[in-house]
T-cell receptor, first 107, second 118 residues
Framework: DIQMTQSPSSVSASVGDRVTITCRASQGVSGWLAWYQEKPGKAPKLLIYDTSNLQSGVPSRFSGRSSGTDFTLTISSLQPEDSATYYCQQGNSFPLSFGGGTKVEIK | QVQLVQSGAEVKKPGASVRISCKTSGYTFTSYALHWLRQAPGQRLEWMGWINSGTDQIKYSQKFHGRVTISRDTSASTAYMELSSPTSEDTAVYYC???????????WGQGTLITVSS
């Protein structure tokens, strides 16, 4: 099974800051990587799929990229509504698996 | 618009099977996979299995194989997940989600809390 490890587990930043979250896969996932945003009491929301493709309706301040088995989600200019927990997910092989989450808080 | 509406919260005693439903609308049910996932308190999201709504092919996570049964009623555009012999460790919010490119989750149900307690 592929293990997904996210860092940091939490980050606190100010409105307008650039925030980067990292996700590392225990083995190659061939670009099959997605990012989700989860707010308390709500279902997760797909932000990015296939490493860097923005889901329809998602603001362009969200972006994704990869370097080998490391993947990053970047919020270019943090907004108050971005306060949430973010998860990465690999879609390369079953069982599909998620990272442990990164909680983003606004200072 | 695409909607996935799940059945309501359940409270079950250990060992008592539970089945929850996921009624879909706004898209062609047989054109997309339908996944089941869960999130226990303080834990990461966990994929349980999926059904290819067009072919009825089903795949389970080995962790749940034998305890989870996924099925569908195409005429009702509804999918089901039955969990047998639950324990307190199965207490979680259970989600259905539509598959995008099969393996991502673009639309989600609202979640169903299953509480297993004696």
């Amino acid at each position: 099974d592929i293990q997904m490890t996210q860092s940091p587990s939490s980050v606190s930043a100010s409105v307008g800051d650039r925030v980067t979250i990292t996700c590392r896969a225990s083995q190659g996932v061939s670009g099959w990587l997605a990012w989700y945003q989860e707010k308390p009491g709500k279902a997760p929301k797909l932000l990015i799929y296939d490493t860097s493709n923005l889901q329809s309706g998602v603001p362009s301040r969200f972006s994704g990229r990869s370097s080998g088995t490391d993947f990053t989600l970047t919020i270019s200019s943090l907004q108050p509504e971005d306060s949430a927990t973010y998860y990465c997910q690999q879609g390369n092989s079953f069982p599909l698996s998620f990272g442990g989450g990164t909680k983003v808080e606004i200072k | 618009q695409v909607q996935l509406v799940q059945s309501g919260a359940e409270v079950k005693k250990p060992g008592a099977s539970v089945r929850i439903s996921c009624k879909t609308s706004g898209y062609t049910f047989t054109s997309y996979a339908l996944h089941w996932l869960r999130q226990a308190p303080g834990q990461r999201l966990e994929w349980m299995g999926w059904i290819n709504s067009g072919t009825d092919q089903i795949k389970y996570s080995q962790k749940f194989h034998g305890r989870v049964t996924i099925s569908r009623d195409t005429s009702a555009s509804t999918a089901y997940m039955e969990l047998s012999s639950p324990t307190s460790e199965d207490t979680a919010v259970y989600y259905c989600a539509r598959g995008k490119r099969a393996v991502y989750f673009d639309y989600w149900g609202q979640g169903t809390l299953i509480t297993v307690s004696s």
